[in-house]
Nanobody
């Protein structure tokens, strides 16, 4: 069982930066994929970025070049550096963990609000 706790959300002006951090209660070494999803009001949850155990990353088109995901297996953390924020980035951001392809996104954090003012 893995518990995920996010931090780092808040209010920022457009063009600004925020760094989200997610700490896992257990070891993330064996977890294949870690990622960040977001859900804006009235919209479906969408994948923002993910990183697999080998280090390969994947980003939504809307955040490429602005967001960077990183994982540290020694600290059991996965972070999301968000630069050049836009109002459309406003959402609740969730940290997720997919232990394997078969297991899928099994573990979730409670979410952290990111609000970007125009």
């Amino acid at each position: 069982q893995v518990q995920l706790v996010e931090s780092g959300g808040g209010l920022v002006q457009a063009g600004g930066s925020l760094r989200l951090s997610c700490v896992a209660s257990g070891s993330i070494f064996s977890i294949r994929t870690l990622g960040w999803y977001r859900q804006a009001l009235g919209k479906q949850r969408e994948l923002v970025a993910s990183v697999i155990s080998g280090g390969r990353t994947n980003y939504a088109e809307s955040v490429k070049g602005r967001f960077t995901i990183s994982r540290d297996n020694t600290k059991n953390t996965v972070d999301l550096q968000m630069n050049s924020l836009k109002s459309e980035d406003t959402a609740v951001y969730y940290c997720g963990a997919a232990p394997s392809l078969v297991a899928g996104w099994r573990y979730w954090g409670q979410g952290t609000q990111v609000t970007v003012s125009a």
